[in-house]
């Protein structure tokens, strides 16, 4: 697992979890689904690639934008997903655009410095 996909939105005190997690440093590369509020706020200190998914895109569009965007950017057969961060929009637009991709899901997280896996 060498991709981490991580939603970066809203919800007060979200952010954190999220780079957490990317500190962890285990992923080679870190895909952010940001809101155009986080894509301008958020310190990217690892250089993770952002993609802006507008929030106000119906769900069905919103998949197949994040569909167009993610495609070629994931060479991995299985990634590393969180979603502590977000909307039930996003979330959904990025599982469903993942799953559509072909490729297999992590859920991940961090803890004290390490990565956890949820089981699922």
């Known amino acids: ?9 809203v919800g007060k005190g979200t952010w954190q979890p999220v780079q957490d997690l990317i500190s962890t440093g285990i ?11 986080a ?7 690892s250089g993770a ?7 106000n895109l119906p769900l069905p569009d919103a998949v197949l934008f994040l ?11 299985e990634v590393g997903v969180n979603i502590v961060s977000g909307t039930g929009h996003e ?3 990025v599982l469903a ?5 072909g490729v297999g899901i992590r859920l ?7 990565i956890v896996e949820l089981d699922v």
């Open 108 to 114: 991940v997280s961090s803890a004290n410095g390490s």
């Open 27 to 37: 992923f080679d590369k870190v895909i952010l689904i940001a809101s155009t509020f």
């Open 39 to 45: 894509k301008d706020n958020y310190p990217n200190k």
């Open 67 to 77: 569909e167009r965007e993610l495609k070629g950017k994931i060479n991995d057969l």
């Open 49 to 55: 690639e952002v993609i802006v998914l507008d929030p």
């Open 97 to 101: 655009a993942l799953l559509k991709s």
């Open 91 to 93: 979330h959904m637009a």
């Open 1 to 9: 697992m060498t991709t981490l996909v991580a939603c970066l939105s």
